[in-house]
């Protein structure tokens, strides 16, 4: 196999995702050489790469001369047999196995021996694809996200048949396109489509468990966990046509794995036909293409008179006193709470009641508080109640903790708050992922930071959270629920118990 620079470029299907790519290629000056059955998308990809470099030029983003000679070097072709100068040929054709397994026999008899044949494939297995191929070696996984001119990732996967020489080429032809690649195993998924199964499936448990709204989910993973979606909201913008399939896919490829197991609600709503933004209803409502947000519950008026707060936690004791005295309450010193003293518990991955009950606390009068992230790092604060908190401790504590304008949720009783849910299981798929080897900690949290846009990556996030708090909250929730989903990963444990940060690989 050769190991010279791709310099021509072969793209079969120029969909959305063919003429980005074609797009990046062209400007970083490779020969870009467009084929599709239907010849009308080559000529609309032509068209759309051209208004596309104006357009670019117009902004100044790039030279008029420059976009010229970019358009140039894309050639739209009538044939397969005009991809026989390719060095490569990268297909994004329609997401079947037997049309991709198709295409590849038909290119292996027009392109040179040592083209290299790759597949946009998102979804199976490339694997799969390489199957029946004359040389599986050269077949390996290429998969870029949309818009793929600003999606700055692409997961270069290689298949178990596959040459990883072949993989190094796209490593490097990644680069010069000025995208980050990441390299990974064949695996359902891979590891954009992997690690995203944490935000969305243990949003939807929390909601199926009725312990939030879907709103109340989204705003706590926005301004308390610092993410800048939450589940529901990225639900409905990608709409639930693709993405409920997709959970249920990389549920099945891994065998009913707990940890991905999907949620009837998503079905339902599919069915139903609330799909997100594109139907105009999904989680939220979108009349005129705007999303309507309910109103939030107006905050209490109420304050407690003082505040006795639990030492089953030490540091959330320390964090909730001190924000306690900065808001001006007086706090309660003693070891056992007064009477008629407001009693909060700082629990992780624990219910309120639980907390009550392993303390000997009055729960009519608890109420908890998240302190999973330091204060200072939280737009939002959320608190607990057990199902015997007074309606009158509720508005006391919601009133007290909103009481310097930092917005306050009220969830109902929950092993583990929504925050501490949704992250440790962020982090903990992303550590099983390192795990199984199937890409490196520092790839993961590329990939994850680039492809979903999360503030950084999983395994640097549960670091920054602390891997011990993670692991609390993840010991607690499986001993409480006895959910499977809740195992920590080895990989967590591990580092966590070794005083190690997730990145650490073994010598
Ligand atoms: P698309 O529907 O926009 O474009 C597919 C194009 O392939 C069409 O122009 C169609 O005429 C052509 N085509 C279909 N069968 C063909 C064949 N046998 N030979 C030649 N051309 C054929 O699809 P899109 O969204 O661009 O997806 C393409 C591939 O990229 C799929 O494998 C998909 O899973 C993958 N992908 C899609 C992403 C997305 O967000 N749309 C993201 C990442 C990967």
């Known amino acids: ?72 070097r894309v050639k739209a072709c009538a044939a397969l047999e005009d991809l026989a100068a390719c060095d490569m040929v990268l297909e994004a054709i329609v997401e079947r196995l037997e049309v991709k397994r198709d295409l590849v026999a038909k290119l292996e008899a027009v392109v ?10 998102s979804s199976l297995s490339i694997t799969a694809i390489a199957v029946g191929a004359k040389k599986p070696g050269r077949v390996v996984g290429y998969h870029f996200f949309n818009p793929v001119p600003l999606m700055k990732v692409v997961e270069v996967v290689d298949g178990i048949s596959g040459d990883p020489a072949v993989g190094d080429r796209l490593m490097e032809l990644s680069r010069r396109m000025g995208h980050t690649p990441v390299r ?24 199926q468990e009725g312990v939030a709204e879907f709103v109340d989910i989204d705003n706590i993973m926005r301004e308390q966990a610092g993410f800048r979606m939450g589940p529901f909201e990225l639900m409905d913008l990608t709409g639930l046509d693709v993405s409920h399939p997709v959970m249920e896919s990389i549920y099945n490829q891994f065998y009913q794995e707990p940890r991905y197991r999907p949620s009837p609600i998503t079905s339902l709503r599919s069915v139903g036909g609330l799909l997100g933004r594109k139907t105009g209803a999904g989680f939220y409502a979108y009349p005129n293409g705007q999303k309507q947000v309910p109103a939030a519950a107006p905050v209490p008026a109420a304050r407690p008179a003082s505040v006795w707060v639990s030492r089953a936690n030490e540091r959330g004791h320390a964090m909730t006193v001190k924000l306690l005295t900065a808001l001006g309450v007086t706090v309660e010193a003693g070891n056992q709470p007064p009477a008629d003293a407001l009693i909060v518990v700082t629990p992780l991955g624990l219910d309120a009641t639980t907390a009550a009950l392993e303390e000997g606390l009055d729960a009519t009068r608890v109420v908890a508080i998240d302190t999973l992230m330091p204060f200072e790092a939280t737009k939002r604060r959320t608190l607990m109640t057990t199902p015997a908190t007074s309606a009158a401790a509720r508005d006391a504590a919601h009133g007290l903790f909103a009481s310097d304008g930092v917005p306050v949720t009220v969830i109902r009783d929950s092993a583990g708050f929504v925050a501490q849910r949704v992250i440790s299981c962020i982090v903990n798929i992303a550590s099983d992922i390192a795990q199984q080897r199937i890409a490196t900690p520092t790839d993961i949290d590329l990939a994850v930071h680039l492809g979903l846009g999360y503030p950084k990556g999983p395994l640097a996030l549960g670091d ?14 499986n001993r409480l629920t006895g959910d499977m989903r809740y195992r920590p990963s080895p990989w967590l444990w591990r580092r966590a118990g070794l005083g190690l940060s997730l990145l650490t690989e073994e010598a």
Do not use: W
Request: contains cysteine; aromatic residues 4%.
């Open 1 to 72: 196999m050769s190991n010279s620079t791709i310099q021509t470029l072969g793209i079969v299907g120029t969909g959305a995702m063919g003429r980005g790519i074609a797009q990046i290629a062209a400007q970083a000056g490779l020969t870009v050489n467009l084929f599709d059955t239907n010849a009308q998308a080559v000529a609309a990809a032509r068209q759309y790469l051209q208004d596309t470099f104006t357009k670019l030029a117009e902004k100044g983003k790039m030279s008029a001369a420059d976009g010229e000679a970019a358009l140039a």
């Open 464 to 477: 920054t959270i602390g891997a011990d708090l993670i692991l609390e909250v993840l010991r607690n929730l």
């Open 184 to 207: 990974c195993k064949d695996m359902p998924g891979f590891i954009v489509n992997h690690a995203g199964r944490g935000m969305n499936i243990e949003g939807l448990k929390v909601a």
């Open 112 to 121: 040179r021996e040592d083209a290299v044949i790759a597949s946009n494939t």
